[in-house]
């Protein structure tokens, strides 16, 4: 990046500070500040750099904070905290020339209330990594320490620091496509690589909504792992399948394409306005209704009903490496009392010899083996129906002994969004 670059870039390091800030304070914050009014009015190479210096910010942000406290003897106010976040970022994972990279640091400081006295510091501070810069390729420092104990007491100390580890890497894009025979012709002007269950995973980078066949709807964007659980239900056309949670729409769209008459249920306006468009764009069809899953009823009951719950999110670490600092301990159990409900919900509207799939893209164990096992203990009518090694694309190294499915975000070569998926069927 050049100079000229750099002092151009000083409107988008500003927006990135917004971002960083809002993506730090609350759940979700990552996605709605990228979508908010003043990222859209950036240039677009300003709006492409402020993200990619967040997300940079954010995967790495456990090594930057360890960094930084070594170097602070009393923090400054979190507004200055997070000036050095980005311009640690710069330096160590951009590898922004140190002196473009700590100017402009400098100068965003001062743009902030108060901002003027600090400037010292934060150039002491940068001056001081780019001298002596931090070994940054430590699995102990990806993942708060809350969350990486509870990945090894569950998984062991090889798997919780290989999940750790991917934090640091930038997903591939993986698409599911409407109709799978369309994968050989895809593949090419898509630079895409072929995903066991029939998906691609995509070598192109950039705006997705340029990609060839995008426009036309014969694809959309689902990470590999979020592709399983629908194909799990092996919907059949003609059948009624209920997508309970189904914003923005990805396992509503797979068993739509599969002649499936679905019911796509979700509590927020918003978010279900995305299903809406999806469907649009694919020229696919369901019902769409914004409800409280776990209280929704129009009296049917259905052959396929699918419970994709709200929870913690760990699983997707790669894309939104935010939920890990966001999240707390208290949101665990928290999560798991709505799962439960919402589950019973699922149930009750699963027509007896039907099928019912439960997943969460967490990692935490409360909130997928613990669930399942506690709804089978309360509701007799239901029995596991275990998977087989490989269905549904999902990797051999996540098959459970009990038939339910654990994947983990390095069991893909490549990486992939950890799951938890659970297939039962109702008896009577
Ligand atoms: C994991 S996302 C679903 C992703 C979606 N199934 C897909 O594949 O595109 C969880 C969704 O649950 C919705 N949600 C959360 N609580 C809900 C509730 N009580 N009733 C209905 N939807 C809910 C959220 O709005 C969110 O869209």
């Known amino acids: 990046m050049s100079e000229t670059d750099d002092i151009r870039g000083l409107p988008a390091r500003a927006a990135a500070l917004d971002l960083l800030t809002t993506a730090l304070s609350r759940r979700a914050g990552l996605d709605e500040g990228l979508s908010h009014p003043a990222m859209a009015a950036l240039e677009p190479r300003d709006r492409a750099f402020a993200r990619a210096l967040v997300m940079a910010t954010l995967r790495w942000l456990g090594p930057i904070d360890t960094a930084l406290q070594s170097r602070l003897k009393k923090p400054p106010p979190e507004r200055i905290v997070n000036v050095l976040r980005l311009g640690a970022a710069q330096l160590l994972v951009l590898k922004t020339p140190a002196h473009a990279a700590v100017g402009a640091t400098v100068d965003l400081c001062a743009a902030q209330k ?235 509207r699963t027509k007896p010899g039907g099928r019912l799939v439960y997943c969460v893209c967490s990692l935490e164990p409360e909130e997928g083996e613990g669930q399942v096992a506690a709804f089978l203990a309360r509701n007799k009518a239901f029995r596991l129906e275990p998977m087989t090694p490989g269905e549904g694309g999902a990797p051999e190294a996540s098959l459970r002994a009990d038939g339910t499915l654990r994947i983990l975000p390095h069991h893909r070569p490549g990486g992939t969004d950890g799951f938890y998926v659970a297939r039962m069927r109702r008896d009577g």
């Open 114 to 348: 108060g901002g003027e006295s600090f400037k010292g510091l934060v150039n002491a501070v940068l001056r001081g990594l780019t001298r002596e810069p931090p070994d940054l390729a430590d699995p102990s420092l990806m993942a708060p320490t809350w969350l990486a104990a509870r990945w090894r007491s569950a998984y062991g100390a090889a798997d919780a620091d290989a999940i750790a580890a991917l934090v640091g890497e930038e997903p591939a894009t993986d698409i599911t496509l409407q109709d799978p025979a369309d994968a050989a012709e895809l593949a090419v002007p898509l630079e895409a690589a072929p995903l066991p269950g029939g998906g691609l995973r995509v070598g192109l980078k950039g705006e997705v909504s340029t990609w060839p066949g995008f426009a036309d709807g014969r694809w959309w964007v689902q990470d590999a792992s979020a592709a399983v659980p629908a194909r799990l239900l092996e919907v059949q056309k003609g059948q009624a399948a209920l997508d309970l949670c189904a914003a923005p729409g990805g396992k509503t769209l797979q068993m739509a394409a599969a002649g499936a008459k679905v019911t796509a249920v979700d509590r927020s306006a918003g978010r279900i306005k995305r299903v809406s468009e999806n469907l649009k764009r694919t020229g696919l069809g369901a019902e769409v209704v914004v409800a409280d899953a776990a209280d929704w009823s129009d009296g049917r009951t259905f052959d396929a009903v699918l419970l994709d719950a709200p929870c913690s999110a760990t699983g997707t670490l790669r894309r939104h490496p935010d939920v890990l600092w966001v999240a707390s301990p208290a949101d665990v159990p928290k999560l798991a009392a709505v799962q439960s409900r919402l589950l019973d919900s699922a149930a009750r």
